[in-house]
């Protein structure tokens, strides 16, 4: 898709609804990554998050980009239990805010607004690039898609791949210290499917 192509909210109906597909298809792979590393949610919770945000948005579809994003970060604010619901909520919700009421965006616009939302991740937990977290996966992605939305996926999934060596200093892995290493990040893999679905949305 070029950069002066326009994403409107059908765009963004249509990769949510693959993000949800993707977490379904691969809950039990996300779950196996945080039993060795965490407390064995992570694919039931994005699991319960994406059904929700589905049920939702089919119900009443929001008219622009901006207001998905809003009422998708929402619903798994409110239907994750876990620390990835109210990051990849605040994530959806503020790159929403970001994009504001325009009825479709660019490629480039995205990559602006989704930074922002990643940085507010940053800010809510804490953490930084090399923390083994969602966000060496999602601070890669924000900005190879000022490029392109192929560019964004290879860089979500060499960032997410790139976690396994690193010892988690954020969230519950980090109580693991050295025992973390070895293994792919639970939340960082999660984001490298959203970001592939993004990127299979726009194909
Ligand atoms: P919980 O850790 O509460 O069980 P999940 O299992 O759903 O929640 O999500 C775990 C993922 O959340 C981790 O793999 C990591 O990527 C992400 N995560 C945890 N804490 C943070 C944080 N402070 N900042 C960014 N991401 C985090
Ligand atoms: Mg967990």
């Known amino acids: ?21 993707a977490v379904d298809r691969e ?16 694919g039931a919770n994005l699991r319960r998050g994406f059904a929700a945000v589905t049920d939702t948005l089919g119900k009443e579809p929001p008219a622009t980009p901006g207001a998905v994003l809003v009422a998708a970060g929402r619903q798994l604010i409110s239907t994750v239990g876990g620390a990835s619901g109210p990051l990849y909520g605040t994530l959806l919700r503020r790159t929403g805010k970001a994009l504001g009421d325009a ?6 616009e995205l990559a602006a ?32 898609l000022g490029e392109s ?30 025992r973390s290493v070895g293994h792919q990040d639970p ?6 499917l959203l970001v592939d679905a993004l990127a299979e949305a726009a194909a």
């Open 27 to 42: 809950a039990d792979r996300l779950t196996e990554l945080d039993s060795a590393i965490g407390d064995a949610d992570h």
């Open 149 to 178: 939305f192929a560019a964004a996926r290879e860089a979500a999934e060499r960032g997410a791949l790139a976690t396994v060596p690193l010892r988690a200093r954020k969230g519950r892995a980090s109580y693991l210290g050295e």
């Open 103 to 108: 009825p479709s965006v660019t490629r480039e």
């Open 1 to 21: 898709m070029s950069g002066t192509n326009e994403l409107d909210a059908a765009f963004f109906l249509r990769w949510l609804s693959v993000a949800a597909a």
């Open 113 to 144: 607004a989704l930074t922002a939302g990643v940085a507010a991740v940053g800010q809510l937990g804490g953490a930084r690039v090399g923390d083994k977290t969602m966000l060496d996966a999602l601070v890669p992605a924000a900005e190879g």
């Open 187 to 192: 939340g960082a893999t999660s984001s490298a």
